[in-house]
């Protein structure tokens, strides 16, 4: 039996099937009903590396907590003798290798330098036969991924090279090819995924060759989340028997344009979803100008304008000067940089102070449903929670939840997460009805995004269980409370 005929063997006990899209090369299908929630697929990584180097991640699980680092290598850190010895038949090796480096070499490793070595360490145990192989979890479903080489420029090309050079300098194989390790690191560049925490907070970096064979949609019906450093892929949507999976490969909040230029650069590709087939027609236009465009100068008008080239309000019809929006703009820029230096150094009531004033501008310029008026609230967000100013927090919380919901689906995790971020402060400042209300959005959608078994939906679930208990507690008569 092929590997392939290996592989529909295994995905066939999930209710899937690969096939072969003449413009997309692989897709996964279903062969059977799915609905939201349900995990259509998981897979433990082929090589992982946390994405800092510093020692703040487990190599294993990349949990932060107890961390003991390896003495001899002085590289990797384990949370516990369990991630240590599921990791030890690979570490073993990795460990043998970077000990023969200088220590300023072992400390400039980088995470992709490392994954890579990680990589070639495990097919080599497989070759061997000293951890076992499946249809799942073999180095030929990571040679069947597609690398773009012939899509690269030279640029790029030399640096994969060069990086390629580093990675046989560490392992020290006469046998190793150089230029399969350069067309491994497109594929990682193509294929990889940005591990999160159940937050969205990137924590590592793993290749999931099965994972990887399910294409992007930017809106798609599918969510891939992780469990550590286990990835999960679950529907967000009811996805009938004999339809291609699809998840995102980007942050899908913005116009056609952004995205496509997102998933050119990393990707290689232009997407054809249902969302981007829609370029240049009226309803993509206007979208794109009030997720990214500029606001009427009327405040009484909730107009957009369209650049064509003019600024004409298409709810009013009135014109905005040109020379106004690039001041101001300019403005927003100046200020922005020097609000985030101030948050770099660690200044919060200064970064704060500032972008206070980004915000007063953007309202001058944005539309109200902006993107970047949006992530200036989120920056102001967590800089109040780093301040402690709870009430200013949740005022900017609940600004943002309106534009979450017009460029996310009902079920997108960050809509979720907002929703959970909008309780937890309302809880916390007494306001228990509202928080019940929030905590109960958040859990409408993260437990079809994330499950209800995993430590952090399991909190989740308490906190609201909480909420619904302490609101019951006040509504009992006065009498009762003795």
Request: glycine share 4%; with cysteine.
């Given at each position: 039996?092929?590997?392939?005929?290996?592989?529909?063997?295994?995905?066939?006990?999930?209710?899937?099937t690969v096939s072969t899209n003449p413009e997309k090369g692989r897709c996964l299908i279903t062969t059977k009903d799915f609905?939201?929630?349900?995990?259509?697929?998981?897979?433990?990584?082929?090589?992982?590396?946390?994405?800092?180097?510093?020692?703040?991640?487990?190599?294993?699980?990349?949990?932060?907590?107890?961390?003991?680092?390896?003495?001899?290598?002085?590289?990797?850190f384990y949370c516990s003798t369990t991630c240590q010895k599921s990791e030890w038949k690979l570490h073993q090796l990795e460990c043998h290798a970077l000990k023969k480096l200088s220590k300023d070499r072992r400390q400039s490793l980088t995470p992709s330098i490392r994954m890579m070595v990680r990589l070639y360490l495990r097919r080599k145990l497989q070759t061997e036969q000293i951890i076992p192989v499946t249809a799942t979890d073999n180095y030929k479903l990571v040679e069947a991924l597609v690398d773009h080489m012939?899509?690269?420029?030279?640029?790029?090309?030399?640096?994969?090279?060069?990086?390629?050079?580093?990675?046989?300098?560490?392992?020290?194989?006469?046998?190793?090819?150089?230029?399969?390790?350069?067309?491994?690191?497109?594929?990682?560049?193509?294929?990889?995924h940005t591990i999160c925490d159940s937050d969205l907070r990137p924590l590592g970096t793993g290749l999931y060759p099965v994972v990887s064979i399910i294409n992007h949609s930017c809106l798609p019906n599918s969510v891939l989340v992780f469990e550590g450093s286990l990835a999960v892929v679950r529907a967000v949507e009811p996805i009938p028997k004999g339809t291609e999976v699809l998840i995102s490969y980007i942050e899908t909040a913005g116009?056609?344009?952004?995205?496509?230029?997102?998933?050119?650069?990393?990707?290689?590709?232009?997407?054809?979803?249902?969302?981007?087939i829609k370029v240049g027609l009226y309803e993509d236009i206007q979208e794109s100008a009030i997720l990214e465009?500029?606001?009427?100068?009327?405040?009484?008008?909730?107009?957009?304008?369209?650049?064509?080239?003019?600024?004409?309000?298409?709810?009013?019809?009135?014109?905005?000067?040109?020379?106004?929006?690039?001041?101001?703009?300019?403005?927003?820029?100046?200020?922005?940089d020097k609000a985030s230096a101030s948050l770099s150094c660690g200044n919060y009531l200064e970064a704060s102070a500032m972008y206070k004033k980004v915000e007063l501008l953007q309202q001058k310029l944005c539309h109200s449903y902006s993107l970047d008026l949006m992530r200036t609230?989120?920056?102001?967000?967590?800089?109040?929670?780093?301040?402690?100013?709870?009430?200013?927090?949740?005022?900017?919380?609940?600004?943002?939840?309106?534009?979450?919901?017009?460029?996310?689906?009902?079920?997108?995790?960050?809509?979720?997460?907002?929703?959970?971020?909008?309780?937890?402060?309302?809880?916390?400042?007494?306001?228990?009805?509202?928080?019940?209300?929030?905590?109960?959005?958040?859990?409408?959608?993260?437990?079809i995004t994330h499950g209800t078994q995993t430590p952090f939906m399991k909190d989740l679930l308490a906190r609201l269980e909480e909420a619904h208990a302490e609101a019951a507690y006040k509504q009992l008569p006065e009498n009762d409370y003795r």
């Open positions: 039996m092929t590997i392939e005929e290996e592989l529909q063997r295994a995905l066939s006990i999930n209710g899937l609905f939201p929630g349900d995990v259509i697929i998981s897979q433990e990584p082929y090589a992982s590396v946390p994405t800092h180097s510093s020692g703040s991640r487990c190599d294993k699980c990349f949990a932060s907590r107890n961390l003991k680092k390896c003495s001899a290598c002085q590289i990797s012939s899509d690269i420029d030279e640029k790029q090309l030399v640096l994969y090279a060069q990086m390629a050079n580093l990675v046989s300098l560490v392992l020290q194989w006469p046998e190793i090819n150089i230029k399969e390790i350069a067309r491994n690191f497109s594929k990682l560049a193509c294929n990889a116009s056609t344009a952004t995205r496509q230029k997102a998933l050119k650069e990393q990707y290689l590709f232009t997407c054809t979803c249902s969302r981007c465009g500029f606001r009427c100068w009327d405040d009484k008008c909730s107009g957009f304008l369209l650049r064509d080239p003019r600024f004409i309000c298409q709810q009013c019809g009135h014109l905005r000067n040109k020379d106004e929006i690039i001041k101001v703009a300019t403005e927003v820029k100046l200020m922005e609230r989120e920056c102001l967000l967590k800089i109040l929670m780093e301040l402690k100013d709870w009430e200013g927090a949740l005022r900017y919380c609940r600004m943002t939840i309106p534009v979450y919901q017009r460029v996310y689906p009902v079920n997108h995790p960050m809509l979720g997460l907002q929703y959970y971020t909008c309780g937890k402060l309302e809880w916390l400042l007494g306001e228990t009805d509202n928080a019940i209300k929030s905590l109960t959005e958040a859990v409408n959608t993260l437990r």
